[in-house]
């Protein structure tokens, strides 16, 4: 199951416009649907996708990280949206109780695959992806690999995450194909 989300960020790396100050990396937000680890439900069934993301995918120099939660916000407008349309045409006005639906329901149940380690520190000053995901409530992010320190030296977007009680776990083995749509910086 982990290999199969990691693949989906590396593709999602592999579209990000190559740029001389950042890296390319991809990531995907997926929701474990049925969180009981005695289910008996097959892996594939248990988690959906719910959003992806890439390096610089929208306006205003954006991480994949934070694509992936931009959009994982819209969604949650939307079904607020619907939400308060059921509503009105129950004749309930506020919408209540008619289920907001599994977005907001299992929001502790997020999960964040991304082909590098989210960033601690941002050159343009924005709030980092690592800030991003602790406040987002995904409670999990694997990893393909560590942030090299060519842009930033001592990275420390694991260590944030874990110090606010998420678990960060590093997939071996995805190294090279994370670091490929990289080699616009990394090579002398």
């Not at 980092?128 to 987002?136: G, Q």
């Amino acid at each position: 199951m982990h290999i199969h989300f990691m693949k989906l960020a590396i593709a999602q790396a592999n579209l990000s416009i190559p740029v001389d100050s950042a890296y390319c990396v991809g990531a995907v937000l997926v929701q474990e649907t049925h969180p009981d680890p005695d289910s008996d439900l097959p892996q594939e069934d248990r988690f959906r996708v719910v959003t992806t993301g890439y390096s610089r995918e929208m306006p205003g120099n954006t991480h994949a990280e934070e694509c992936c939660l931009l959009k994982l916000a819209a969604l949650e407008d939307e079904a607020k949206e619907e939400e308060k349309d059921i509503g009105a045409k129950a004749g309930e006005g506020s919408g209540a109780g008619t289920g907001v639906g599994t977005l907001s329901k299992l929001q502790k149940e997020w999960i964040m695959y991304s082909t590098m380690e989210p960033c601690s520190t941002r050159l343009s000053n924005h709030r980092s992806c690592s800030d991003r995901l602790i406040e987002s409530g995904v409670r999990r992010v694997y990893i393909g690999m560590r942030e090299p320190d060519h842009f930033v030296k001592n990275v420390v977007g694991v260590e944030n995450m874990i110090e606010k009680g998420m678990e960060v776990i590093h997939i071996p083995g995805f190294e090279k194909e994370c670091l490929a749509p990289n080699q616009h910086v990394l090579q002398p």
